[in-house]
Each structure stands twice: as structure tokens, then as C-alpha cells.
């Protein structure tokens, strides 16, 4: 189905021309219960109807969530336009808004070297920000979730660069009994079936004073993706040292199999988990609330398909090759405490939290074999002309990480009928990220050392002091590279907003700012085993790694290359809004904001890219600073029709300065670590527009779309950074590898790596719509509804600058449902997915080949609820 952001646009266009000339409506319709119900947001810090915020909005309520049989970000995210995922599985990736994204390198290490979002993730008043990983959620009683788009750093601070996700959870009430249950079961196409419950329970406990409210879930979601039973055969063409290089493997190479892992449905997820909250009305101004949430999540197996198998075979859809066991664990435990109250006239608000997140995660890595150094940790007594013996090609790479992040707000308000209206606070949080990484490739046998002890030669204890910060034990014989790292991060801020009515209910203009100071450190390091292998004959080696000529251990203790190791950052960002009431039911608006994010670090500082006598040019940062963002947008809000039509609209221009850039390519001379730096500005232009109409009694139509267009305005070159080098200084231009003699004289043209202006960013796709319509009508003692629609999104590219980036193709999918209730009562059926369309959301080759993240093929299910509620 061919679209574009023409048809996206005049869809858009025909559905509110028909809303503002097919209605001929009484005066008194809107006590008739046709108006649309108004949505009440805390966008800006104070209870306001989403129709008043100067800034683009959009809110999916506990109703919508609910109709729509959506329980994951992932699950709703396709009724988001302009916001999009990048991962590669449930709570591997980064969430982005308006195309803000040059990619990912990778979820393994990420704790350790990976760039923060700049898309914001909170949990009510708590910041869930880790690199890589999006906290995923589970909507279970949630009142609403609202998505704000672009720089929200005054209100929201640092990782609320590109924009906020936030999830706002039902709080107790004071008086009321209610709960509701409810109980699903699904289908899915090409995979096993699907099961959940979830139950919710209020109870008031002393009258006006204190009440309870407790959520339970458990949802299993039957996989899809097949492993095919395979061999992995050395040496094929898409092998790199045979292919590239000329490389001729050891005729005495294991082959291996994946016979005991082959199977279907290889991927079930599952989430479980509870939130227990307690209410205390302290006073007629004042009350607590205490919350307590847990969740795990069971991700087994892998959520890609690769369309190219193991030994280069087509694979058809849904299917992977793999050799090792993959799972996530993921888990997260919140305590959270918020007292409202009056200070004189003022409001007042502190909200604390303290958030523990674990994850343990092991991914099959079997074609880093396949890569540029696989050959070294795999095979033995090697002359690259067949001689010497590799050994098993089979590995994978384990990721623990524990984040721990706590944080306190204090902000006073004034009262919202003021002409001058303010809003003052203080924040201070603090995060510590434990991570420990190992890339588990290494497959020689062990040697024999002083004392006959059996050991890894590769990877000894480090006698570094303070190198490893979680795990200072031996690893993993298998163990090729590791790293180990604590990272901590604390933010302070202080912010003030004010609105003064230049016009009472007419004309306002707001400004506010925030001042920050980040400090962000880190201790540990990494090791490995590159530049201290000795063979002695094919099968073992002398050993261990040592210090010595031509024998030292291949890593960074960041303690000893850095004292303190520490990047910071501080200043101001802030905000302006003017906001114009045309009409009561118009508004117009200009908003200007800021956002950055902080800062972070590389492994270490290696020096790459040789010259003609062999000298490098350049070396890799220590660390990269923060990147800002500028906003510009003009929007209108408008209630029509007595309410029964809102439309919305918005037209922006972002400026993304200084962006953090993550490179890998060794093909480039780069080495065969990740690292970050800042350099290019993207600028992007777009047009997002809203609708919702009740056309009639019973049908209402929602639509959104979304016009996106980004380009790179500069393309920095990396410049000579090393004192005595010619090329200090200087953009570097071409690069030496080594001929068969030894000498450096094989020239490299380096590209520019930020790639070419005009190009645009990743995972940014010039459009996004969708659409859907639901009727209701009565028959008797029962209420009956159907429901259907469709979503959209163009193309996309899985990475900027110049590197291979994939193209993601666009797609079109359909939902549907129909249902009917009596009383309390509630049973409707319903299909996601509905022409199981098979898509990459996002491809990649950070496993040395391609993944394509697809969307679940069609799900059939059947869902019932019973609620009820008393005095």
C-alpha cells in the first residue's frame, strides 16, 4: 500500500473539512452528552485540560488504553505520530520523538558506554532514564499516559531533551469501594497462544482519611520467532578474513551445530508484577501518598528474524539461526513518597523516589565469528593458508546490570486564578549504573601455567588497581573481553516558571527557565587479550598475558588513565510560550524551549588511524559532552462545533547542536571498540496535526499525522589529535595499513564519517498517520461497540552518517474490535495486526548479522471484564 505525506495530509484535511461543514448541530447539543470529554493534563505541573497547553500533547487515557487492548509501549506506540523505537527486543532499545535519532550501536555494554536518552521515561513523578534500555512498563491502571513532544528540560530536566513519556497511575480515593478484573486470551499467528489477567481492588479504610489501592498482573505472550536447525561452517563468503582478506581457514575447524536449540516459538515474554498505594488525608490541606510497585519481565529466546541463516541460506519469515541460549530478565522495584499540601496561599508538592532496576541478560554471538578478530580467539596454530586447528565457533555475551535511582523534588505553585501565576522548585537526583559485560568468544583450549593450574592464558585477574568495580573474581574461561564499570550521575537544578495574562483569559505569555549542574564519573575499566597471544604449536599457547615486550594486557583502568574520571556540565535552559485565546474555543500559540542530556564515556583513549610512517593520528576521547536542543513551534488548538470536533495542529523547527555520535568500524581503521564523540547539527522541520469528532451519537473518529523532514547542516571531519603528529589539527584525510611486509603503505581513504549534509537522521520517517472509528449504540439491556483502524509509518533508515545504514521499508497494519456489555459486565473480541504484516521495525548487524525486529504477526483474542464500585 503506497502512501504518502500528500495523502497523510489530505486525510487529515477532508476529515476536518467534513467536521466544519456536514454537522448542522442545535444550540443545546452539548447538554446532550456530544461533546468530546476534556482530558485533564499535568504537562506543565499543575492540573490544566490538554486543550490549554501551548505545547504538543497527546494523552491516551486508562478508556483508550482499554479499547485499543494495549499494555506495552511497544504496544501503543504505533498510535503515537512522530515517536518511534529502535531495539531489539522488549526494554532493549531507546524511545525517539521527531526523528531525534543517529541510532544504536548495540544493547550489550550499553550501562557502560552507552549515550542517555533524550526522550525522557517517567513513572509518575519518577525519571527512569538508562542507557539503552527503556523501562517497559506495564499499563495496568494507569488514569492516563501522556507522551509531551519536544524540549521539556525547564520542567523536566536533563533527558527530557527531544521529549517526555510519562505514565500517571490511578491513585486511592478516599470513600469509594471499586475494582474491576479482567482476563484475556489470544492467538497468534505462526506462534503459541497468548494469556492475561489483571485485577485492581480500592478500599477505603477510614472514612475522609485513608484508603488503598493494589493492581496485580500476569500476562505470557506465546512466541513467534523459529529457530531453524543449522550448521556454522568457517569460511564462507560473507566471512570477513576469507572474503576481505584472502584468509584461508585451518582445514581442522569444528563445525557446530544448533540441533539442541532448534525449535518453535523460541520467544514467549511475560510480564508479572503488582503496585500497591496508600492514600493518608492528613488534613483539609494537606495528604500523603505512598507507593509501592514491582514488575519482572521474562523475555526468552530473541524478538528478530534474520533474513540470511548461518550458512547463507534464505531463512523464511520469522526464522533465526542460533547457536547459543538467549534470554533478558528484567526487573525493577519503585518506592515512591508524595505529600501535597498549602503553604499559606501556595501549593506545595515534594515527591521522592527510589527506584532499584536489575538485568541479566545473555545473547547468542556466534557470528562474531565471522568478524575481523573472531579468528584470533577461535583458532590455533593458524598460517592463513589452511594449516593450524579453529575450534568451536559457538559464543555469546552476558550483560548483569543494576541501576539504583533516587531522586527528590520540591516546587511551590501559586493558585491558577492568579493574573501572575508562578511555579518555583528545587531536584536532586542520583544514579549509579553497575555493569558488567562479558563477551564470551574465546573457544582455544586453556594452557597449563606455574603450578599446573588449568586456566584462561587470555584473561588473568587484573592487578590493576580498582580495574574491575562489581566483579574483581576470576571470568569465564570462554571470556575474550570484559567490561566493568560503575557509573554515577547526579543532577541539581532549580527552575521557576511564571504566566502572566496580558490579557485576562485572552492573552499570556510564559517564560521559565531551569539552571542545572550535572556531574557525571566513572570508575572501572576493561581487558582483553589482543597483542599477548603466543602459539606454540596448533592446539595451545604460552601463557598468561603478561607484562613484557611485545606482551601487555589490551584494556583501560579508567582510575589510573583518568583521575577522577569525571565529565560535568551546568547552566540554563529555559522556555517561552505566548499563548492566545482567538475565542474560548481557540487557541494559538508560539512556544520556544530548550533540552540537553548529559554527557558520557568511552572505554578508553586508543590511538587509531596510522599515517604513511605508521604513527597513529587521532585519539579516541575519553569522554564526550552533552548536546542541546532548540525548539521552535507554532500550534493551534480548537473546539468546534460545541465540542463535538478538537483539532490540533502544530508546525516545528528543531536545531540539534554538538549531537553525540557513536561510531563502529574497525573497517575504517576505528579499532574494534565502540566510542562516542560530538560533532555534526541536524535541523528538522515538521507538521503534526490531531482530530477527534463525534460524527454522531454513537461514532466518533480519531485521527493523527505527522510530516517529518530532517537533514545534517554540518559535517565535521575528526581532526589530528595527537601533540608531534603532522596532522595535529588537521582534518584527517587518508589512513595506512600494513602490506604483507610490514610496512604502512597501503592508503585508506577516510570518508567523512558524519556523513554528507542533507542526509537525515535514523529511525525518522517522513510520515506517520493513523485512524480509527468507534460506534456505540443500545439494544435492550445492552450496550454493544465495534471498533477498527489502521496505522502508517513511511520509511526509514536504521543509522545516520556514512556508514551502511539498513533501509526500514514502510507498512500499514489494522486493528479491530467488537464487544457488548450488560451492567457490570464487559466481553468483546478483537485482532491486532489483522493482515499479519511482517516488517522490520528496526535492522541491525551489531550480532555480525542481519536482525530485522518485527512487529507480532496477528493476534485473535478474547477479552472479559467485570468492574464494580460503592460507597
Given amino acids: 500500500m503506497k502512501l504518502n505525506h500528500k495523502l497523510s495530509l489530505a486525510v487529515m484535511a477532508v476529515l476536518s473539512t467534513h467536521g466544519a461543514s456536514a454537522f448542522a448541530a442545535p444550540a443545546d447539543e452539548k447538554a446532550s452528552g456530544l461533546e468530546i470529554a476534556d482530558i485533564v493534563v499535568t504537562a506543565q505541573r499543575r492540573s490544566e485540560s490538554i486543550q490549554n497547553v501551548p505545547i504538543t500533547i497527546q494523552a491516551l487515557t486508562s478508556e483508550t488504553l482499554s479499547q485499543l487492548n494495549v499494555t506495552t509501549f511497544d504496544d501503543f506506540a504505533k498510535y503515537l505520530p512522530n515517536v518511534t523505537t529502535a531495539n531489539l527486543g522488549p526494554g532493549q532499545g531507546n524511545i525517539y520523538m521527531r526523528g531525534l535519532s543517529v541510532g544504536t550501536l548495540g544493547t550489550q555494554g550499553s550501562g557502560s558506554v552507552g549515550n542517555f536518552p533524550n526522550v525522557a521515561v517517567y513513572l509518575d513523578d519518577?525519571?527512569?532514564?538508562?542507557?539503552?534500555?527503556?523501562?517497559?512498563?506495564?499499563?495496568?491502571?494507569?488514569?492516563?499516559?501522556?507522551?509531551?513532544?519536544?524540549?521539556?528540560?525547564?520542567?523536566?530536566?536533563?533527558?527530557?531533551?527531544?521529549?517526555?513519556?510519562?505514565?500517571?497511575?490511578n491513585k486511592p480515593k478516599l470513600n469509594v469501594t471499586e475494582g474491576n478484573v479482567n482476563a484475556s486470551y489470544g492467538t497468534t499467528a505462526h506462534g503459541d497462544p497468548n494469556t492475561a489477567m489483571d485485577a485492581t481492588i480500592n478500599l477505603p479504610l477510614i472514612d475522609d482519611t485513608l484508603a488503598v489501592r493494589a493492581v496485580i498482573y500476569d500476562d505470557h505472550r506465546g512466541g513467534y520467532i523459529n529457530n531453524v536447525a543449522s550448521t556454522f561452517t568457517r569460511g564462507l563468503n560473507n566471512d570477513y578474513q576469507a572474503n576481505v582478506k584472502g584468509f584461508v581457514y585451518p582445514t581442522d575447524s569444528v563445525v557446530a551445530n544448533n540441533y539442541a536449540l532448534a525449535g518453535n516459538a523460541i520467544n514467549p515474554l511475560s510480564y508479572q508484577g503488582m503496585r500497591l498505594s496508600a492514600l493518608w488525608k492528613i488534613n483539609d490541606n494537606w495528604d500523603a501518598l505512598l507507593q509501592q510497585t514491582y514488575q519482572t519481565m521474562n523475555a526468552q529466546g530473541v524478538f528478530y528474524q534474520m533474513p540470511i541463516g548461518s550458512e547463507g541460506q534464505p531463512l523464511p519469515p520469522l526464522s533465526v539461526t542460533i547457536f547459543s541460549p538467549s534470554h533478558t530478565r528484567d526487573r525493577f522495584e519503585s518506592t515512591s513518597l508524595t505529600i501535597n499540601g498549602k503553604i499559606g496561599e501556595l501549593k506545595a508538592v515534594y515527591s521522592g523516589s527510589y527506584l532499584v532496576r536489575n538485568v541479566d541478560q545473555v545473547a547468542d554471538y556466534t557470528n562474531y565469528a565471522r568478524g575481523v578478530y573472531g579468528y584470533y580467539y577461535q583458532c590455533a596454530g593458524y598460517n592463513g593458508q589452511g594449516g593450524g586447528k579453529c575450534y568451536s565457533p559457538v559464543s555469546q555475551w552476558t550483560d548483569t546490570e543494576k541501576n539504583i535511582h533516587q531522586s527528590h523534588e520540591f516546587r511551590l505553585s501559586t493558585p491558577d486564578d492568579w493574573r501572575l501565576r508562578g511555579i518555583f522548585g528545587a531536584f536532586w537526583e542520583k544514579q549509579q549504573v553497575d555493569d558488567d559485560t562479558e563477551w564470551q568468544y574465546r573457544s582455544v583450549p586453556n594452557c597449563n601455567i606455574a603450578g599446573g593450574i588449568n586456566t584462561n592464558c587470555f584473561l588473568p585477574v587484573s592487578t590493576w588497581p580498582g580495574a574491575n568495580a562489581n566483579n574483581p573474581g576470576v571470568r569465564n574461561s570462554s571470556t575474550g573481553f570484559y567490561d566493568d564499570f560503575q557509573r554515577e550521575y547526579t543532577q541539581k537544578a532549580l527552575f521557576a516558571s511564571a504566566d502572566f495574562d496580558i490579557i485576562p483569559k485572552v492573552l499570556t505569555f510564559t517564560a521559565g527557565t531551569r539552571y542545572f549542574q550535572i556531574n557525571n564519573s566513572e570508575r572501572g575499566g576493561d581487558m582483553g587479550s589482543f597483542y599477548c597471544k603466543v602459539f606454540s604449536t596448533p592446539t595451545t599457547y604460552d601463557g598468561p598475558c603478561v607484562n613484557g615486550p611485545g606482551r601487555v594486557p589490551y584494556g583501560t583502568n579508567l582510575n589510573q588513565q583518568i583521575p577522577g574520571n569525571e565529565t560535568s556540565a551546568k547552566g540554563f535552559r529555559s522556555r517561552a510560550n505566548i499563548t492566545w485565546h482567538v475565542t474560548p474555543d481557540a487557541l494559538v500559540y508560539y512556544t520556544f524551549s530548550q533540552g540537553f542530556r548529559a554527557g558520557g564515556f568511552n572505554r578508553g583513549s586508543g590511538q587509531v588511524l596510522p599515517d604513511a610512517n605508521g604513527n597513529p593520528q587521532y585519539a579516541k576521547p575519553f569522554s564526550y559532552g552533552s548536546d542541546d536542543l532548540n525548539n521552535n513551534e507554532l500550534g493551534f488548538k480548537l473546539n468546534l462545533l460545541n465540542h463535538r470536533v478538537e483539532f490540533n495542529g502544530t508546525v516545528y523547527k528543531e536545531d540539534w547542536k554538538n549531537v553525540q555520535v557513536g561510531f563502529f568500524c574497525p573497517a575504517c581503521g576505528l579499532g574494534n571498540l565502540t566510542f562516542g564523540t560530538n560533532g555534526p547539527q541536524y535541523r528538522v522541520k515538521g507538521l503534526e496535526l490531531q482530530v477527534v469528532a463525534r460524527v454522531t451519537d454513537g461514532l466518533t473518529v480519531t485521527g493523527a499525522g505527522s510530516w517529518n523532514k530532517s537533514e545534517l547542516i554540518n559535517s565535521p571531519s575528526l581532526v589530528g589529535n595527537i601533540a608531534g603528529s603532522p596532522s595535529l589539527g588537521q582534518p584527517i584525510t587518508t589512513w595506512y595499513s600494513k602490506d604483507s611486509s610490514g610496512a604502512y603503505t597501503v592508503p585508506h581513504v577516510l570518508q567523512n564519517l558524519y556523513g554528507q549534509p542533507g542526509s537525515p537522521l535514523a529511525n525518522s520517517p517522513p510520515q506517520q498517520f493513523n485512524l480509527r472509528a468507534r460506534y456505540d449504540w443500545s439494544a435492550g439491556d445492552y450496550k454493544w461497540f465495534w471498533q477498527t483502524g489502521f496505522q502508517h509509518q513511511a520509511h526509514s533508515y536504521s543509522g545516520a552518517g556514512n556508514g551502511t545504514p539498513f533501509e526500514m521499508p514502510e507498512y500499514t497494519t489494522w486493528d479491530g474490535s467488537i464487544g457488548v456489555s450488560n451492567g457490570a459486565w464487559t466481553i468483546e473480541a478483537f485482532g491486532t495486526n489483522l493482515t499479519d504484516v511482517n516488517k522490520s521495525l528496526f535492522t541491525s548487524s551489531t550480532q555480525f548479522i542481519q536482525t530485522q525486529s518485527v512487529m507480532r504477526p496477528r493476534v485473535l483474542g478474547l477479552k472479559m471484564g467485570y468492574r464494580f464500585s460503592g460507597k
Fill in 126 to 169: 519518577q525519571s527512569t532514564q538508562l542507557p539503552g534500555r527503556n523501562l517497559d512498563v506495564y499499563a495496568a491502571d494507569l488514569e492516563r499516559v501522556e507522551v509531551l513532544e519536544g524540549p521539556q528540560g525547564t520542567l523536566f530536566g536533563a533527558g527530557a531533551q527531544a521529549g517526555v513519556v510519562r505514565y500517571i497511575t
